[in-house]
C-alpha cells in the first residue's frame, strides 16, 4: 500500500510555488505544504501512515493485510513500515525505527533497487525485521526517529 504526500525545503519555496501555480498573490493563495524537517511535515507524513492503514482496512477481509505501508514525499523520501503477521492494524518501521526513512538519492544504490524491487513485487517474500540485518535501507539519514 502507498500514499504519498508533497513537501518542501523552505517557506519561501512553498510561497514561490504556490504563487506560480495559482497566479496569486501570496496573500491570497491557500496555505501550502508543510516544510520538510518541522514538526508539521512528521504530522503529514503520520496523517499518510494512517491513510494507507484505512485504505488497508478497506479491503475485503478475504484478503490478507498488505506486509507494507510505504508513504512517500514525493520526490524526497519514503517511509517503510511493515506487518508481517498478515492480520491486525499494527504496523512498525521496517527495517527498524532508526533506519526506515531513507531519501530518494538512495535509489542509486543497487542493493536498495533489489529491496523496493522485492518489496513491490514480492512483498511476501522480504525477510521480517530481525531476520533481515542488511536490509539496504540504511542509505539516507533518518530525519525523526520513529515517525512511522
Not at 38 to 63: C, D, F, G, H, N
Request: proline share 9%; with cysteine.
Amino acid at each position: 500500500m502507498l500514499e504519498t504526500k508533497q513537501g518542501t525545503d523552505t517557506p519561501d519555496q512553498a510561497v514561490k510555488a504556490a504563487k506560480a501555480e495559482l497566479g496569486q498573490s501570496a496573500e491570497k493563495r491557500r496555505k501550502g505544504h508543510p516544510v520538510r524537517g518541522t514538526a508539521k511535515w512528521e504530522q503529514m507524513m503520520r496523517a499518510a501512515q494512517e491513510q494507507a492503514i484505512r485504505y488497508v482496512r478497506a479491503l475485503p477481509s478475504t484478503e490478507l493485510r498488505r506486509p507494507f505501508v510505504v508513504v512517500m514525499d514525493v520526490a524526497y523520501c519514503f517511509d517503510l513500515c511493515s506487518n508481517f503477521a498478515g492480520v491486525g492494524n499494527f504496523y512498525v518501521p521496517y527495517p527498524n525505527a532508526d533506519t526506515y526513512r531513507f531519501l530518494l538519492p538512495a535509489l542509486n544504490q543497487p542493493n536498495v533497487q533489489a529491496t523496493l524491487h522485492q518489496l513491490f513485487t514480492a512483498p511476501h517474500a522480504v525477510p521480517p525485521v530481525g531476520a533481515h540485518p542488511k536490509s539496504g535501507l540504511r542509505a539516507g539519514p533518518i530525519l525523526v526517529a520513529g515517525a512511522c
